[in-house]
Every structure is written in structure tokens, then in C-alpha cells.
């Protein structure tokens, strides 16, 4: 819809007699009478500074005062203040909005629109007058003609008044409610040239039989001065002046009946106009809209107000809160004439009262926020995102790290979640109070939800949700409701004492910059006061430069320095002149002069801590005096820009350009006796000098008359202070873009890495040495975080290095201390920081071992892993690490390929070192230890693969010294144990694997230790064979003969197992306990364990009975060892003399020689544990376990 631009506002205010009709009158006055002052209109004038500081009246104590405030001015708001309408509506509407009608009027024929004045007295002519005084026609200038003479010719005009103008105008008076209203045409007018003013009002009519709302008056296109309208209700005033392009536009007025009408003459040309009735259907008469009576709503929120007053302060409220109804955007103009509807009827009603009984009444931006809590049900029971947490994968370089697939949260749908209502959170924040002029201010207020008057903030939709995912099956449900509330205290009170001047920038700059004004006004010097108080309160740089800015120009406007230099110290533009900026100190110049201004850019030079705009403003200034040939702005300058560079603040590598371009400009010898001692005073990093440096190098050649020695010693003192300044294992922050993963540390291997090329590409190698100084100095001394050890940090640089250096072999020199420290920080296996704070070893993976291999390369090789591997640096890690890392070695370094006798011996001496280091670490505790199918290795597959190890790795004679670590029994074990249990199952395992080998049982050391264990075994675990206790025939005849329950507990007699369980119902369990009393005498014991249900009978035989089949089982497993060991003669030789009794004690049979004694088979199984130490050199000659 087209709108034509808003008429301007001079209007005519008459006085009168509000209740008298159709009355003339005779004079015109301007503005308004008060007993008429509109309550909106007055806003502009409540200026508390202005009011006057009179006593308060002595007010008549109420003899029923309110008692309850904050509920019965609720109860008020809902009683008179809920009408959400206005009392009088207008729109005025382009030609090519609204339709031409094709006036026809009877006897004249059609009526040209716009209306010419031929036209207009042709209507005249025909029309009959109005007579409002002393019955004289020519005194009223105002025409009238009857509906039924009026027709249009264009049926589109009828369906835009029913369907376009009449529905908006039925929808601001608030009277489309449930029913669309219809428009009679009740007459046409047409006012002539006249000096007087009419007043009309048409009384409200409740009787039911009326349908009448109110009246709806279109005012048709044609050219006329004049006619001011005001409409007035219950104190409310809407002044409207459509005399302007009244020949281009048709104006509507719309208004309820007992809105008082007043009509100002029409000055020149004729204003013609159609006056319709709004009137309710017949259908829904009974729900006619109509005016609320405020007389009675308006009093009693007068009670509650003096009842206020008059209360106690104890028992008083601070203040009352009022939810208005309608949203209304926070902007620079918002006031109390923004709101509308039912808020402006109310603050149009208690603004007068406020006034009159001392309150102060505001308005307030609010934001609420509601948060729920979200769970859903997480369907990946199995998944790692069942546990709630992130993922865990296995680092590059060792170590596990969180982290989140970027679809993780994904998996659930958000339709899934289930808000939960029950633990909803609301806040509430205050992010705006203006006065009813629009004006912030600052107070603190301490508001909930629940202090909120005249309904709640979550009974309209929210303005803006949002869903957030907390981790994978929680959320929150975030919504924000953005609404206005109106607050109201008394004056002098606690809440108005802490009011103060908020916020006023936008306000303050948008009526600044909208003044035209040749000079201040004492309102604008008021309003520049205030701004300024808020710009040293209330610091927000983007605001500060645009109050700056407004105040500049209007400075600028009134040719008033003050206001200029004023505002700049408030605005605190001495220390950060980009609230200004270059160019703007420039027009300052040009507008003020340098007089004016050289005091504050002293200052400015002073004060601004910031080189960069220090150096900026001295630029445009140099500029300037050269352009304006000012010499003693030019002068000024050039002094300026070299006290600026020997008192250089704070600085950053965004300021290198200017920084190197000014000192080079005055030499090398400058940048480096001037520059560089503040720079290092700083205590800069790598992110400043690096290109900082390559600045100088690129503006090398334009250095006036410096020699080389000049510029490489700089360059040598820049890169040392970088060296300096560097973290010998610098850390860094890493961000997520998930709300829910909070920032973390990391290392940062590629500072150090960065420097170190620095130093080579500046041909500063040596300083790279110092670098590798002080990572080795800070491992040593616990100088890094625990969850990042040095390791990290080697294992990420040295392969980076070994790539960089190559083709350099320059550097090998200076590399090597660093890659002997990667061989050391790879096999340490402390989990303790020098510190006391525990760390994470290198796992010592493939990757890792390769890394270490490869550093090993560059110094070495052979002879420094000899070196660097000893048991001291190996301390802490287990036989199967140290395993893997001699089986690397093995791969990496195959012996044929050694050069020479020194590396193979290294490699010989190194290999039977880490050998035996594996087989002194090996945890034969293990062996003893219960073990579980798929988790662990049964203790015969872990020392055949020891025994696999040193047949591997070239090392099978260091065999024996790994068979003496097996024989002893671990603590906890006794021998007996550990024969049956460990060593006789390993001795086939062995077997097996001596013959892929083409070795057997006759070859040492494996001879000496078979001999051991079979001997041990008939030693230790062969008992003297038992006598039948109870005979076979005595067991099977046990129990009755017909019961299943005593047929189990016979064969349980016959068996080896010593218990048995029965669980049953008490009758059975008392059957087998006569039959086991019948006996009793063999030793056999029960009882009944009375948990669970039946309850169980337990049955143990005694040891004597389950002797004979334990002896017949461990001489099965005698039988076996001898086997093994070979045939008859076999065994007979690796026996020796020891035969015929082992023989005897295994097979329970005399042999037929006599028994040759045992002597001590219990030497070997005895002796004292291996314990790991410090690995010789080279192998000492084994001893041979013998037995006597």
C-alpha cells in the first residue's frame, strides 16, 4: 500500500464545554487548554530537571487504604485497562490506492474527483445547510446532503470502504474483535471558506437496539487549507491536519461514538467528505464494542497510588513491575508514543496520576530465557557413544586422546528428546530502562519472572529457540522472549536515589544528528552533558567513536571548540585516538586551527599507549602539514614521531611494517642501539621476531649507509632473543566449534621446529644447540606439562628434522646432542616428572621404536644405541618391550651389513646385554597367575616363546640362563605346584619345539634341566602310593537301591571328586542324610547350606578316600615326563643313577636294581630368584646345575 508523506503538525487546540454539541465557537486559540492536555503529548516536557522542587500537598490520609498494592493494581489493569484498541483511527491513502468513487449526486449528475471548485458549488448548490447559529445558514459554512441522493458509479469504491479502509480502521479501534462490522453512508458534507470552529460529540448509546460503533468519514481528494481536526476522549488527544496534498489523497477518519470532534474552519477551497456509520450486525448486537468508562479504573489506580504513598516503607514495595501486552523492537526512538493499543491506554491514564502523587514511571527492555532439560534414549547400548563420553583412539605418538566424530551428535534425532517441564530454568535480564521521553537511564533492578504484573512472558510464543546438545543424550531446550515492561516507584525513594544516566548513546547521537540547529540549545547542552557523564560510565569503543563523530560535526555546525576538546578528554580520545581517527583530526584542523588543537594532540602522544595509532596519527598529520604548508605543524611532527620511537609502549607484529620502515629510515645503527634494546625489554616471541626479521631482510637494500657487520649483528641479537624467549617445550590452546568441548592444551613441537629453521636460514646454527641445551635442561628438571612429556615433543620434531637436513650434512654436527636426547626420551620408561608429577612413558609402538632407530642412524647407529640402551636407561619396562626392541634392532640392523669388527662386536655385546635384560625382567609371577582363554597365554606358551626370543635374535646361549629363571618357584607357589603345574606342561611344549630345531633332551642346557623337573617331580609330587581305604564293593553299595538322588551320591563314591551338591526339597535331603549316617565311619561329612531355595546338601569325602585316585592321576602325568624325554635307554641317560627310583616313585613298582636316592633335587627348585641388575658386557660362563 502507497502512503503519502505525514501532514505537518501545527493544529488549532479549541477550549470548550466537552459535553455541549453542535455548539459554534466564535474564537480560536492556539495550543491546548489543560484541562484537554493530552497525557502522550505531555512526555517531551517531563523533564526532571525542570520540575519544580516544591513541597508535597498534605494529602487527607485514606480511611481504607490499599492494603496489597502489587494485587490490587493487578486487579485494576484487569478491571478498566484491557481495552486493546484506540479511541480514534486515520490513514490517508495515495490516488493510486484508493479508488475514484465516480461521484453521482441526484440532480447534478456525475462529480469530478479531485473536486474542482466549479463542482464544488454545483453540490453547494444542491446540497441544504447546516444552521448552528441564530439560524443563519451562511454562519455554519457547512453543507450537507441526504445518503439517498449520493450514488457511485464505481462498485469497487463500496467493496474498498467495506473490505480495505473499513477493516483497518475496525481493526485499530479494537471493534473486529469476533464480528466484521458493515458502513452505512449516513450523509455527505462539504465545508466551505470559514473563520469558525465546531465541536461536536456524539453521545454513547448502551441501549440495545442501537448497532451504532461509531462514525467512519473518508474525506475525498480536493485542494483545501484549513480544517484542522482534533479528536478528544477522556483525556486523550489525536490532532490531524489533512490540508496538506489534500488534492492527491483520500483521508479516512475513523472514531467511537462519544469521541468529542473539533473542527477548525477551512481557510480556502472546499472540503468535501463522506460520513458512513460503523454499525454492528444484528447477529452479534449484543457484543457491540464501545469506549471504556475510565472514570471509576482511573480512581481506583489513584487509591492504590496514595495508599502507596501513605504505607509504610517497611511494608511498601519497592516498585511494580507491569508486563505491557504488545512487543515493541529495542530501538533508539522507542518511548511511551511507540506503545500502543492497550499500553498506550494505560500509560495514558497513569502518567497524570504518577505526575500528581509523585511516581516515576519507565520502561524496560527485558529478555527472558528458559532453558529445559533434554534426555532421549540411546539406542548404541554397545557403542562407545553409550557411555556418554567421546571416543578414544590410540595417539601417533602413544597415549590416548579424546575426540568427537563431528556427526556423533547426529546419531539422535532431535525429535527424540523428551523435554522435561519439571526442572525448567527462567532468568530474566535487563537490557534497556528508558523514561517515557525515550531516555536511558541506569538503575539496578532486581527482577524474576514471577515479580512481572498483569500476565506472564511465556503465554505468547518465544522470539527466537534453539536446541543444544550437551553430550550424546542429553540437551536443552533454550527459548528467548523479548517483551516490554513498565515500571513505576515512588520519587525520593530507594529505587530512584540509584537511578543515574544510563546508556543515552543512540539516544543522544540520533537527536544530535537530526539537529539543525546554528547553535546549542539549552536542552542540546543538557543532552551533551549527560552523553558525556555516559561516555566515561558506559565505555563501548563503537559507541565512543560514533558519539566522537555526532559531537565533531556538531561542533563543527556551531563553531564551538569546547564542545569539540570537551568531548574528546570524556570520550578518553587522548589514549586511543582511533576513536577519532586521522582524517577526522584533520577537519578539527581545518575547521579550529592548530592552536586549538596542539595542547590535545600532545596529549594524545602522551597518553596513547598504542604505537601503531600513534604512528598512524603522526603520518596523516606530516601529511597534512605538507599539504596545508604549515612548517610548524611539519616541525612538530618530525619531533613527535622521534620521541615516539625511544619510548615505544607495547608491541605486536602487526606493528613490524611501520616499526622497521621508521627505524631504518634513520640507519641500522638506530634500529639497533635504539629499537632493539625496548624490543628485547618485552620479552617478544618467535610470532614477532621471525617477521620481524624477514621485514629487515626485505628492506635491506634501503638502508642509508649502514655496513654489513651492522645489520648481521642485529639480525644475531634478534634471533638469539628469540632463542632466548623460547619455551624449551612450548604448549598451546585449541578450540572446538562444539559449544559442549570446552578448550584445551596441546603441545606445540612446531614452535620449536619453526625457530630452529629461523636459526639455520639466518645462519645462526649454533644457536640451535642452544636450543636442544635447554630441552635437554628442562626434561632433567621437570620443565614441561605433565600431559605433554618431552617424548611427544621428540617423537613429532626428529623426523621432521632428519627431512629438513637432509642435503645439509652442515648440520649433522650441530643435530647430534638432539638426536641422542630422541634415543633417550624414546626408552625412558619413567611415569614420574623430576617434579613428582606423574606422566605418561613413550609406549615404545613400532612407530616409536622406528623414530628411535632412525635418530640412532644419524650418530651412530650401533655403537650409540650400545651406548644409550643399558639396563639403568631400560629400568621400568617389562621383558616383552624390551623383547620387541631387541627384535627391531635385529631387523634394522642385520649383522652381516656391519662394517667392520668394532660394529659387529657392538652389535654382539648389545644384543646378549638386552637379551639377558629381558630374560632378568621376566615376570615369572606370571607363570603361577590363574589364566583365562582369549585374555592371556597359558604359562607354557609364555616361556616357549622366551625360549623362541633367543633362538631368534641369535641368543640361544643365553637359553640356559633363561631355563634357571624358570626353575625356581615364584613366591606364593610351592615346589610341588609349580612342577605339576608350570614345568611338567611346558617340558612337551619344549620337546616339541627342541625337535624343529633337531635338538632333543640329550643336548645341554635342556639335559641338566629335564632331569631337574622329572626328578623334582618324583620327588615332590609322587606321594608313597596309597591303600584302599573303603573297598570299591563297600562305595557301590552305598545309599538305597531305587532312588536316582543315591544312584548320583554312588557314583560320586566311586569318583575322584571330593564334593558333591545336592539341591533339594528338605524330604530327599533327609533320605540322603540316613543313608550318609549309615556311613559315617568311612570320614564322609555334609551339611545343608540354607541359601537359595531348596535349600543344598553338601557332601565331602575325606582325604583318604580321593588319595588313590590323586596319586593315579599324578603318576599319569609321571609317565608322560618320561616320555618325553625318550625312550627307556634315553631316559635311563639323562637320569642317570636317579632312574630306577624315579622310575619306582612314578610307577608305584620296585625296580628291579635297588633305589638310588634323591639326593638334592631340591638345590635347583630352591634356589634363590634371579634379580635383575645392571647387564655385563659380555656373557660370563654359565655353571651347570648339577644333583646330588
Given at each position: ?17 466537552a ?6 465557537v466564535t474564537?480560536q486559540l ?6 484537554e ?6 512526555f517531551?516536557?517531563?523533564?526532571e530537571?525542570?520540575?519544580e ?7 487527607k490520609p485514606?480511611?481504607a487504604?490499599?492494603?496489597d ?8 489493569l ?16 495515495g ?6 468513487p465516480?461521484l453521482?449526486?441526484n ?16 453540490i453547494?448548490?444542491?446540497?441544504k445547510?447546516v444552521?448552528v ?16 441522493k449520493v450514488h457511485?458509479e464505481?462498485?469497487a469504491w463500496t ?29 455527505l ?7 469558525l470552529?465546531?465541536r461536536?460529540?456524539e453521545p454513547?448509546?448502551?441501549d440495545?437496539?442501537?448497532?451504532k460503533?461509531?462514525d467512519f468519514?473518508v ?7 484549513g ?9 486523550q ?5 489533512f490540508?496538506?496534498?489534500?488534492g ?5 477518519v ?5 469521541v468529542?470532534?473539533?473542527l477548525?474552519?477551512?481557510?480556502s477551497?472546499?472540503r ?8 454492528q450486525?444484528m447477529?452479534?448486537?449484543g457484543y457491540?464494542?464501545t469506549l471504556?468508562?475510565?472514570q471509576g ?5 489513584q487509591h492504590i ?5 501513605q504505607?509504610d516503607?517497611e511494608?511498601?514495595p519497592?516498585?511494580?513491575?507491569c508486563?505491557l501486552?504488545?512487543?515493541y523492537?529495542k530501538t ?11 499500553d498506550?491506554h494505560?500509560v ?12 516515576r514511571?519507565y ?12 534426555e532421549?534414549?540411546?539406542h548404541d547400548e554397545?557403542?562407545y ?6 571416543r578414544?583412539r590410540f595417539?601417533r605418538?602413544g597415549g ?7 556427526y556423533d551428535?547426529?546419531d539422535?534425532?532431535e525429535g ?5 517441564e519439571d526442572n525448567r530454568?527462567e ?6 530502562v528508558?523514561?517515557?521521553r ?9 527482577l524474576e ?6 500476565g ?7 522470539d ?5 546438545r ?12 523479548h517483551r ?15 537511578v543515574?544516566v ?5 539516544y543522544?547521537?540520533h537527536a544530535?544528528?537530526s ?7 539549552d536542552?542540546e547542552k543538557k ?7 555516559c561516555?566515561?560510565t ?6 565512543l ?12 555546525r ?8 570537551q568531548?574528546?578528554?570524556?570520550c578518553?580520545?587522548?589514549k586511543n ?9 584533520v ?12 595542547d590535545?594532540f600532545?596529549?594524545?602522544m ?17 601529511q597534512?602539514?605538507?599539504e596545508?604548508?604549515d ?6 611532527c618530525r ?17 613490524i611494517p ?6 631504518l629510515?634513520r640507519?641500522g ?16 616471541d ?29 639480525i644475531?641479537q634478534c634471533?638469539t ?5 623460547l619455551?624449551?617445550?612450548?604448549t598451546?590452546?585449541?578450540?572446538s ?6 578448550a584445551?592444551?596441546?603441545k606445540?613441537?612446531?614452535a620449536i621446529?619453526?625457530v630452529i629453521?629461523f636459526?639455520?636460514e639466518t645462519?645462526n ?7 636442544f641445551n ?6 632433567r ?5 605433565p600431559?605433554f612429556?618431552p617424548?611427544l615433543y621428540y617423537?613429532?620434531l626428529?623426523?621432521?628434522l632428519?627431512?629438513?637436513?637432509q642435503?645439509k650434512?652442515?648440520l649433522?654436527a650441530?643435530l647430534q646432542?638432539f ?7 624414546m ?6 616428572s623430576p ?12 612407530a ?5 632407530v632412525?635418530?640412532a642412524r644419524?650418530?651412530?647407529g650401533i655403537?650409540?644405541?650400545?651406548e ?13 618391550t ?8 635385529v631387523?634394522e ?11 659387529q662386536q ?6 646378549i646385554?638386552l ?11 606370571s607363570l603361577s597367575?590363574?589364566t583365562?582363554p ?5 604359562p607354557?606358551?609364555k616361556?616357549?616363546g622366551?625360549i623362541?626370543?633367543?633362538?631368534a ?8 640362563r ?5 626353575v ?7 615346589v610341588g605346584?609349580?612342577v605339576s603345574?608350570?614345568l ?15 635338538l ?11 632331569a ?6 618324583a ?5 608313597q602310593?596309597?591303600t584302599?581305604?573303603v ?12 532312588c536316582?538322588e ?8 566311586v569318583s575322584?571328586?571330593p564334593t ?8 530327599i535331603r ?7 549316617q549309615?556311613?559315617?565311619?568311612w ?8 541359601s ?7 557332601v565331602t ?6 588319595a ?15 616320555q618325553d ?6 631316559q635311563?641317560?639323562?637320569l ?8 619306582a616313585r ?7 636294581a635297588?633305589p ?14 634371579r634379580?635383575?641388575t645392571c647387564v655385563?658386557a ?7 646345575p648339577?644333583?646330588?
Amino acid at each position: 500500500m502507497e502512503f503519502l508523506p505525514p501532514p505537518p503538525g501545527d493544529v488549532i487546540d479549541i477550549p470548550g464545554d466537552a459535553h455541549d454539541q453542535d455548539v459554534q465557537v466564535t474564537k480560536q486559540l492556539p495550543g491546548t487548554s489543560t484541562a484537554e492536555k493530552n497525557a502522550l503529548s505531555d512526555f517531551e516536557s517531563d523533564d526532571e530537571d525542570e520540575e519544580e522542587d516544591d513541597d508535597e500537598e498534605e494529602v487527607k490520609p485514606l480511611i481504607a487504604p490499599s492494603t496489597d498494592i502489587k494485587a490490587d493494581f493487578e486487579a485494576a489493569l484487569e478491571d478498566g485497562f484491557d481495552f486493546d484498541g484506540v479511541f480514534a483511527f486515520s490513514e490517508r491513502y495515495g490516488m493510486g490506492v484508493a479508488p475514484n468513487p465516480c461521484l453521482k449526486i441526484n440532480g447534478l449528475g456525475t462529480v469530478g474527483i479531485p473536486l474542482s471548485d466549479r463542482d464544488a458549488r454545483a453540490i453547494i448548490s444542491a446540497s441544504k445547510p447546516v444552521c448552528v447559529f441564530n439560524n443563519d445558514p451562511k454562519t455554519s459554512g457547512r453543507w450537507e446532503l441526504a445518503p439517498e441522493k449520493v450514488h457511485f458509479e464505481n462498485p469497487a469504491w463500496t467493496t474498498w470502504v467495506q473490505n480495505t479502509a473499513g477493516v483497518a480502521a475496525s481493526t485499530a479501534l479494537a471493534a473486529y474483535a469476533s464480528v466484521k462490522p458493515s458502513f452505512t453512508l449516513k450523509k455527505l458534507i462539504i465545508h466551505e471558506k470559514n473563520t469558525l470552529t465546531t465541536r461536536h460529540k456524539e453521545p454513547t448509546n448502551l441501549d440495545e437496539s442501537n448497532r451504532k460503533i461509531g462514525d467512519f468519514i473518508v474525506i475525498l481528494p480536493g485542494r483545501f487549507e484549513g480544517a484542522q481536526l482534533q479528536l478528544s476522549h477522556a483525556g486523550q488527544v489525536k490532532k490531524l491536519n489533512f490540508a496538506h496534498q489534500s488534492g492527491l489523497s483520500t483521508s479516512v477518519v475513523a472514531a467511537y461514538s462519544g469521541v468529542e470532534h473539533t473542527l477548525a474552519g477551512v481557510a480556502s477551497g472546499y472540503r468535501l467528505s463522506l460520513v458512513y456509520d460503523i454499525v454492528q450486525p444484528m447477529t452479534h448486537i449484543g457484543y457491540r464494542p464501545t469506549l471504556p468508562e475510565m472514570q471509576g479504573a482511573t480512581q481506583k489506580l489513584q487509591h492504590i497510588l496514595r495508599s502507596w504513598k501513605q504505607m509504610d516503607p517497611e511494608e511498601a514495595p519497592e516498585m511494580l513491575a507491569c508486563l505491557l501486552q504488545h512487543k515493541y523492537p529495542k530501538t533508539q526512538n522507542f518511548n511511551a508514543k511507540s506503545l500502543t493499543g492497550s499500553d498506550a491506554h494505560l500509560v495514558s491514564h497513569l502518567h497524570p496520576l504518577a505526575r500528581e502523587l509523585k511516581f516515576r514511571i519507565y520502561l524496560a527492555h527485558v529478555r527472558v530465557t528458559v532453558t529445559t532439560p533434554s534426555e532421549a534414549e540411546d539406542h548404541d547400548e554397545y557403542g562407545y557413544g553409550g557411555c556418554g563420553y567421546g571416543r578414544r583412539r590410540f595417539g601417533r605418538w602413544g597415549g590416548y586422546d579424546d575426540y568427537y566424530d563431528e556427526y556423533d551428535e547426529e546419531d539422535i534425532d532431535e525429535g527424540e528428546f523428551v523435554d522435561d517441564e519439571d526442572n525448567r530454568e527462567e532468568s530474566l535480564r535487563v537490557t534497556q530502562v528508558v523514561d517515557l521521553r525515550g531516555m536511558p537511564v541506569s538503575v539496578h533492578l532486581d527482577l524474576e519472572s514471577d515479580d512481572l504484573l498483569n500476565g506472564s512472558i511465556t503465554d505468547q510464543d518465544p522470539d527466537q529457540e534453539k536446541f543444544e546438545r550437551l553430550e550424546r543424550t542429553s540437551a536443552q531446550r533454550i527459548q528467548f522472549y523479548h517483551r516490554t515492561v513498565l515500571l513505576i516507584w515512588p520519587k525520593d525513594g530507594d529505587m530512584d536515589s540509584g537511578v543515574s544516566v544510563g546508556d543515552i548513546y543512540d539516544y543522544a547521537c540520533h537527536a544530535l544528528r537530526s539537529s539543525l540547529t546554528v547553535s546549542p540549545t539549552d536542552k542540546e547542552k543538557k543532552l551533551i552533558a549527560r552523553l558525556l557523564q555516559c561516555c566515561q560510565t558506559h565505555r563501548n569503543e563503537a559507541k565512543l567513536k560514533s558519539t566522537v563523530q555526532v559531537l565533531r560535526e556538531s561542533a563543527d555546525r556551531w563553531n564551538e571548540p569546547q564542545v569539540l576538546l570537551q568531548t574528546l578528554k570524556a570520550c578518553g580520545v587522548d589514549k586511543n585516538t582511533d576513536l577519532m581517527g586521522p582524517e577526522s583530526f584533520v577537519s578539527a584542523y581545518q575547521a579550529f586551527g592548530w592552536e586549538v588543537l596542539k595542547d590535545f594532540f600532545e596529549q594524545a602522544m602522551a597518553n596513547d599507549e598504542s604505537n601503531a595509532r600513534r604512528h598512524a596519527l603522526l603520518a596523516r598529520l606530516t601529511q597534512m602539514g605538507a599539504e596545508e604548508e604549515d612548517a610548524e605543524v611539519s616541525l612538530w611532527c618530525r619531533d613527535q614521531a622521534d620521541r615516539a620511537l625511544r619510548s615505544l609502549s607495547k608491541i605486536d607484529a602487526t606493528q613490524i611494517p611501520w616499526l622497521v620502515d621508521l627505524g631504518l629510515s634513520r640507519g641500522g645503527e638506530f634500529l639497533r642501539d635504539v629499537i632493539f634494546p625496548q624490543l628485547r625489554a618485552q620479552t617478544l616471541d618467535k610470532t614477532f621476531w621471525i617477521p620481524f626479521l624477514q621485514r629487515i631482510q626485505l628492506s635491506i637494500n634501503t638502508i642509508p649507509t649502514t655496513s654489513p657487520e651492522v645489520v648481521n649483528s642485529l639480525i644475531l641479537q634478534c634471533v638469539t632473543e628469540t632463542v632466548r624467549n623460547l619455551s624449551a617445550f612450548p604448549t598451546k590452546t585449541l578450540t572446538s566449534s562444539y559449544s559442549y568441548i570446552s578448550a584445551r592444551e596441546d603441545k606445540s613441537s612446531d614452535a620449536i621446529l619453526e625457530v630452529i629453521k629461523f636459526c639455520v636460514e639466518t645462519r645462526n646454527e649454533p644457536l640451535c644447540g642452544e636450543i636442544f641445551n635447554k630441552m635437554r635442561d628442562g626434561a632433567r628438571r621437570g620443565v614441561y606439562s605433565p600431559s605433554f612429556p618431552p617424548w611427544l615433543y621428540y617423537a613429532e620434531l626428529s623426523p621432521s628434522l632428519i627431512h629438513y637436513t637432509q642435503g645439509k650434512p652442515a648440520l649433522d654436527a650441530v643435530l647430534q646432542p638432539f638426536f641422542v636426547d630422541v634415543v633417550d626420551s624414546m626408552i625412558s620408561a619413567a611415569r614420574q616428572s623430576p617434579l613428582g608429577k606423574a606422566i605418561t612413558p613413550c609406549p615404545l609402538t613400532d612407530a616409536h621404536k622406528s623414530i628411535m632407530v632412525n635418530a640412532a642412524r644419524k650418530v651412530g647407529g650401533i655403537t650409540i644405541l650400545k651406548e644409550r640402551l643399558t639396563a639403568a636407561t631400560l629400568k621400568g619396562h617389562d621383558s616383552s618391550t624390551i623383547q620387541a626392541l631387541v627384535l627391531t634392532i635385529v631387523r634394522e640392523f642385520p649383522r652381516q651389513q656391519l662394517q667392520g669388527g668394532v660394529q659387529q662386536q657392538a652389535y654382539n655385546d648389545l644384543i646378549i646385554a638386552l637379551v639377558r635384560l629381558a630374560i632378568d625382567t621376566f615376570d615369572t609371577s606370571s607363570l603361577s597367575k590363574p589364566t583365562y582363554p582369549y585374555y592371556n597365554a597359558n604359562p607354557a606358551d609364555k616361556m616357549i616363546g622366551m625360549i623362541k626370543f633367543c633362538f631368534a635374535v641369535g641368543a640361544k646361549n643365553q637359553c640356559q640362563r633363561l631355563l634357571l629363571r624358570f626353575v625356581p618357584p615364584p613366591n606364593g607357589s610351592t615346589v610341588g605346584q609349580h612342577v605339576s603345574k608350570v614345568l611338567a606342561p611346558f617340558m612337551s611344549v619344549l620337546r616339541q619345539y627342541l625337535l624343529s630345531k633337531r635338538l632333543d633332551f640329550q643336548t645341554e642346557p635342556y639335559k641338566m634341566f629335564a632331569a631337574a623337573v622329572v626328578k623334582a617331580f618324583a620327588e615332590q609330587v609322587m606321594v608313597q602310593k596309597p591303600t584302599e581305604v573303603v573297598p570299591a564293593a563297600q562305595r557301590q553299595a552305598a545309599g538305597c537301591q531305587g532312588c536316582a538322588e543315591c544312584r548320583e551320591l554312588r557314583a560320586f563314591f566311586v569318583s575322584d571328586a571330593p564334593t558333591i551338591r545336592f539341591s533339594r526339597v528338605q524330604g530327599i535331603r533327609t533320605h540322603l542324610e540316613r543313608e550318609l549316617q549309615k556311613i559315617r565311619y568311612w570320614g564322609v561329612k555334609w551339611e545343608t547350606i540354607r541359601s537359595g531355595s531348596p535349600h543344598t546338601l553338601l557332601v565331602t569325602k575325606p582325604p583318604s578316600m580321593t588319595a588313590v585316585g590323586l596319586w593315579t592321576a599324578n603318576s599319569k602325568a609321571g609317565k608322560a615326563l618320561l616320555q618325553d624325554l625318550g625312550d627307556v635307554a634315553t631316559q635311563a641317560r639323562i637320569l642317570g643313577p636317579a632312574y630306577p627310583t624315579v622310575y619306582a616313585r612314578i610307577h608305584g613298582e620296585v625296580a628291579a636294581a635297588g633305589p638310588v636316592p634323591l639326593a638334592n633335587a631340591n638345590q635347583i627348585l630352591n634356589a634363590p630368584k634371579r634379580v635383575a641388575t645392571c647387564v655385563p658386557a659380555a656373557p660370563s660362563v654359565p655353571k651347570k646345575p648339577r644333583l646330588s
